[in-house]
């Protein structure tokens, strides 16, 4: 008989208590809260990755159970072209300035162009970011704060502002008077925040903790800069311009052109410093990507170079340029999310001195060696 204050006990407690057999409080494991109705997942192997605790676990190969160390972003195909647009029409904004400040009279209607195409490319960029965020209020919640030390603040605000400042030439660059001379000075600025604009996106995917793109911190910046140079510059060849706008177009873009290949080389060899993080680049789909992006932008550089060029050769030369620079994009993207999910990209780089140790200059013990992390070894 149940005495008064103690718990009634419910006909399922009762035939759980015939069915294990134990004299266990079924009240006492009742769970309750937020994460009562919680259903564990299964747990998911890295695709095409042979889980390292069947293979060579030791101290020079740990594993993390078989798993992924890291989970995978969740970014989607909007994301690489983003970081295309966006960086081609931070480098057309300069580029804007550059023919308004050198060619003065001559080249305005390029400059005009330019201006057309940076906003174009803001709005679009804009358009691009709010797809892969899924609701635009979560882009404005992005410009509620201005976080100097965050790279998703400052590339938020960079974009607006850019969007803000090529829209305002636009519309008041063309007139005369006070009205004008704002207008210029909004085109003044937004190309300021051109080379920002090319270059953020890198400087946000190298801090994150994906292997592949924390390797390349010092160089990928500069080479996502660079390769925008020369994409803006084949972009606005393709389209309709003067004769005399040609030269000013082809120097802009061989010159973005050089500076894209030996940037190229310097994020292969910052990737190489770890055999396991540089290893999406040289197999599979984003190894196909890379060398495809390599060989069009040195295609696209040799067309550009002859002696005597054809108006076709010209026209091969700057589509392989675009296609050159939207497949480099691609092929970091993907590369970057194969690489974190193969555990010995992230503890081989780590026990290396590298990662978030070299980020914060720790990279070498007293005795001047790189230092080694004693990470746990599973079996």
């Known amino acids: 008989m149940t005495r008064p204050g103690e718990p009634t006990e419910t006909l399922l407690d009762t035939l759980q208590r015939k069915r294990d057999g134990r004299n266990v409080d079924p009240a006492m494991g009742v769970l309750s809260g937020e994460g009562a109705q919680q259903r564990v997942k299964t747990l998911e ?11 060579d676990a030791s101290s020079e190969a740990p594993s993390y159970y078989g798993l992924p160390v890291l989970k995978e972003p969740v970014w989607i195909a909007s994301v690489p072209m983003y970081l295309y647009v966006g ?39 804009a358009g691009l ?49 006070l009205t004008g ?19 953020y ?37 393709l389209l309709p311009h003067a004769r005399h706008e040609a ?17 190229r080389v310097a994020v292969e060899r910052d990737a190489a410093r770890v055999p396991e993080v540089i290893r999406p680049l040289r197999e599979g789909l984003p190894a196909a990507l890379w060398k495809a992006s390599k060989l069009c932008a040195g295609a696209g550089l040799l067309l550009d170079v002859l002696p005597r060029r054809t108006r076709g050769m010209a026209t091969a030369a700057n589509v392989l340029t675009t296609v050159g620079a939207v497949a480099a994009r691609f092929a970091i993207f993907h590369a970057g999310k194969v690489s974190s999910r193969n555990p010995q990209a992230t ?25 080694k992390f004693p990470l746990p070894v599973v079996r």
Not at 47 to 54: N, V
Not at 203 to 231: D, E, G, I, K, Y
Not at 247 to 254: D, G, M, N, S, T
Not at 348 to 371: I, M, N, W, Y
């Open 45 to 55: 192997r890295a695709p095409g990755l042979r889980p390292s605790s069947d293979g």
């Open 87 to 125: 960086g081609v029409a931070g480098a057309t904004s300069v580029l804007g300035l550059a023919a308004d400040l050198v060619g003065g009279r001559r080249l305005r209607g390029l400059g005009r162009r330019c201006v057309w195409l940076g906003t174009a490319g803001d709005l679009v960029s």
């Open 129 to 177: 970011l709010i797809h892969d965020l899924g609701r635009p209020e979560r882009f404005l919640n992005m410009l509620r704060v201005f976080r100097p030390t965050s790279p998703m603040s400052i590339g938020s605000w960079v974009l607006a502002a850019s969007g803000a400042f090529n829209t305002l030439a636009l519309v008041l660059g063309h007139r005369r008077g």
């Open 181 to 199: 001379t704002l207008g210029r000075a909004a085109g003044a600025s937004a190309a300021l925040l051109g080379l920002p604009l090319s270059g």
């Open 201 to 237: 996106t890198a400087v946000l995917l190298t801090n994150t903790a994906v292997p592949l793109w924390q390797s390349m911190h010092r160089s990928l910046p500069l080479f996502f800069m660079a390769s925008a140079t020369a994409a803006s510059g084949a972009l606005m060849s």
């Open 247 to 263: 030269p000013v177009l082809r120097a802009f873009r061989v010159a973005g052109k050089v500076a894209e290949l030996a940037t």
């Open 347 to 371: 503890f081989q780089a780590q026990r290396q001195g590298l990662g978030a140790a070299e980020v914060t200059g720790h990279t070498a013990a007293s005795d001047g060696k790189p230092l």
